[in-house]
């Protein structure tokens, strides 16, 4: 999906330059709003953790989730704390690792964030360190699902969770530290199917039955996790939210029946929030044959956009034509591939799982065509690198009728400033 008019992305384009991501603020609000079923919606930063996306989450009741001590800083520098938010019983913030190093473990301490904990090791260090802590468990059911094996997060191919069997000694580990145990939460991949999810509600009844409500006191939410998909190929059905909530729902109320008190329901969704709601833009700056190949090569790679050189993924692509308007239909339509910049050849942005170069019918390209590569909200900008001393892109939150920069393009004078000769 791209929610931009063509005229707006090449304005943009011209006044901040290219790679440009650009996001949608009314796409987020939509995604929000659909979610509302449940008790907790907790956004899983790490999918695009820009300050003024986590202000818009925040706004609108959003909790939200952190996996390293920087997703902290962000979270707290966006207003985020520990307490609920407004009208809400959840904490603002929770940390979610299955490791801790120390800054990260003081810091969670300093300002009382509720840790999702993914090891046993974990709770000795932080029941040492803060005895009463509040925490969840994040529990590896013994199976998982993904878009690609490289977001699978269940199961024994996994580093994700407590395994489900030492459920009992991760208890035993919150007893002896005089921990909170406030919350058990899944999440075994992204883009899990309605199968893995009935699957993966049966899971967390039964681990809370496994566990019985004596050793449960302070249990008082159950997190779904994340792992919603979005439509990146056209004609992928679009997921059924309310689906996906009564499917929970019911797990919730058996979890409720179970413990003989309420509980409340979280989702953890990252890309669902955001992914659709951004787009990438680069500018054409090359155009060759390689034998019964077509090259169309823009300023942008997988050092801005990882995601196909990384899972093989998949992204709508349109081109505007350099005066702002889509290309003239006297330009053919031709097969080509799309590849960037980088000095590495699987900087190519129509490819399979593995390294297979595929190739896009678009209208043919010329130098200084924009191309503008949809879905690119989520993680996008977050798994950006400077490979290739390439600084990171600028990023534009478009609101109404206003366009505001929300992240100045990194220079290169940014990146040799680090370094020491
Ligand atoms: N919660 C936990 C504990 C997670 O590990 C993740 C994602 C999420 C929530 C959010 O998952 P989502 O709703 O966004 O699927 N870079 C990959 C995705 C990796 C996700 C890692 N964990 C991609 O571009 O597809």
């Known amino acids: 999906m791209n929610p931009f008019p063509d005229h707006l992305l090449a304005s943009l384009a011209r006044q901040h330059g290219t790679p440009l991501w650009v996001y949608d603020a009314a796409t987020i609000r939509q995604r929000i709003a659909e979610l509302r079923a449940f008790d907790t919606v907790r956004y899983a930063q790490k999918a695009n953790s820009n300050l003024s996306i986590l202000r ?5 009741g959003v909790a939200v989730d952190a996996v390293s001590r920087g997703e902290i800083e962000r979270a707290l520098a966006a207003g985020y704390t520990a307490d609920p938010l407004p009208g809400s019983t959840a904490s603002g913030l929770v940390f979610t690792a299955d490791l801790m190093d120390a800054d990260t473990l003081a810091t969670v301490v300093r300002h009382r964030v509720p840790v999702n904990a993914g090891s046993i090791d974990m709770l000795h260090q932080l029941g040492a360190a803060s005895p009463g802590h509040a925490v969840w468990l994040r529990i590896n059911p013994g199976f998982g699902h993904g878009h690609s094996n490289k977001t699978n997060t269940g199961g024994e191919h996994s580093k994700h969770g407590i395994w489900h069997s030492a459920l009992g000694e991760a208890l035993d580990a919150v007893r002896q530290h005089g921990l909170r145990l406030v919350g058990l939460h899944m999440h075994i991949g992204s883009g899990v199917d309605y199968g893995h999810l009935q699957q993966v509600c049966q899971a967390m009844v039964q681990l809370v039955a496994q566990a ?3 050793r449960l006191p ?17 004609g992928q059905p679009r997921i059924d939210t309310a689906h996906y909530f009564s499917l929970w729902d019911a797990a919730r109320r058996e979890v409720a029946a179970l413990l003989g008190r309420p509980v409340t329901l979280e989702i953890e969704p990252g890309r669902y929030l955001v992914a659709e709601s951004g787009v990438l833009l680069a500018e054409v700056r090359a155009t060759k044959p390689a034998g019964s190949n077509h090259f169309t090569l823009v300023d942008a790679g997988f050092s801005d956009l990882m995601r196909p050189a990384m899972y093989g993924a998949h992204h709508g692509m349109h081109l505007i034509a350099s005066a702002g308007t889509p290309p003239t239909p006297e330009r053919p339509q031709r097969e080509t591939v799309v590849a960037g910049p980088l000095c590495e050849s699987g900087d190519v942005f129509t490819q399979a799982e593995g390294g297979v170069v595929l190739t896009r019918a678009l209208p043919e390209a010329r130098v200084g065509d924009l191309l503008v590569i949809h879905d690119a909200g989520a993680y996008g900008a977050s798994m950006s690198s400077n490979y290739n001393t390439r600084p990171l892109a600028a990023e534009v939150l478009v609101d109404g009728g206003t366009a505001r920069l929300i992240r100045r393009r990194q220079t290169v004078a940014d990146l040799l400033a680090l370094e020491a000769v």
């Open 212 to 214: 019985g409500a004596a």
């Open 56 to 60: 818009l989450m925040r706004a609108h």
């Open 218 to 234: 302070d249990l008082h939410a159950i997190s779904a996790g994340g792992g919603l998909s979005i439509p990146y190929q056209p």
